[in-house]
T-cell receptor, first 113, second 112 residues
Framework: DTAVSQTPKYLVTQMGNDKSIKCEQN?????MYWYKQDSKKFLKIMFSYNNKELIINETVPNRFSPKSPDKAHLNLHINSLELGDSAVYFC????????????FGNGTRLTVT | AQSVTQLGSHVSVSEGALVLLRCNYS??????LFWYVQYPNQGLQLLLK??????LVKGINGFEAEFKKSETSFHLTKPSAHMSDAAEYFCAVRSGNTPLVFGKGTRLSVIA
């Protein structure tokens, strides 16, 4: 009965490859997010989706493309991976209201070699 | 724009001592404030949140935080540290329907 689940947990790949990370939430939330955590633990918002529509797209390279088939799923596809993409990627979900906390998945550690 | 500053990237306390992790925020509208904890190789877990009700907020694991508008602060405290409290702690702010904006985190070490 995991609330926010993302797969895979670990992803090791070579530069230039294309990879995807999947995320699903069973909380009935309206909004889903992707955050990137760098090696210094800093968390930065990448994308935010509300009811399958993109509402925030921070300054992220267009090699990163989120896709939301329905409001319970938000996948992240990355083209032409680069060394600098190595990080931990977290999926999260929340209700739309500002006071609602975000619920996070356990993260996907991406290592690009 | 909103932002969060966490003072001290690393705090070390003795087991049984007071834990104080500092957080100051900046927001042009009344903020919602959160503290999250991250244990090694895990996701972020909500400790507590402030959403304009009581200014002293109690959370899980004996933690609490006080919202002080005049000081734009939301410091996290725990009267007595336990070894299991060793983790990374993040303060975060949200205004309206914007995503959470996180501070840079404070690593808490607990010494036996």
């Amino acid at each position: 009965d995991t609330a926010v689940s993302q797969t895979p947990k670990y992803l090791v790949t070579q530069m230039g490859n294309d990879k995807s990370i999947k995320c699903e939430q069973n909380l009935g939330h309206d909004t889903m997010y992707w955050y990137k955590q760098d090696s210094k633990k800093f968390l930065k918002i990448m994308f935010s989706y509300n009811n399958k529509e993109l509402i925030i797209n921070e300054t992220v390279p267009n090699r990163f493309s989120p896709k939301s088939p329905d409001k319970a799923h938000l996948n992240l596809h990355i083209n032409s991976l680069e060394l600098g993409d190595s990080a931990v990627y977290f999926c999260a979900s929340s209700q739309e209201q500002g006071g609602s906390p975000l619920h996070f998945g356990n993260g996907t550690r991406l290592t690009v070699t | 724009a909103q932002s969060v500053t966490q003072l001290g990237s690393h705090v070390s306390v003795s087991e049984g001592a007071l834990v104080l992790l500092r957080c100051n925020y900046s927001s042009s509208v009344p903020p919602y404030l959160f503290w999250y904890v991250q244990y090694p190789n895990q996701g972020l877990q909500l400790l507590l949140k402030y959403t304009s009700a009581a200014t002293l907020v109690k959370g899980i694991n004996g933690f609490e935080a006080e919202f002080k508008k005049s000081e734009t602060s939301f410091h996290l405290t725990k009267p007595s540290a336990h070894m299991s409290d060793a983790a990374e702690y993040f303060c975060a702010v949200r205004s309206g329907n914007t995503p959470l904006v996180f501070g840079k985190g404070t690593r808490l070490s607990v010494i036996a």
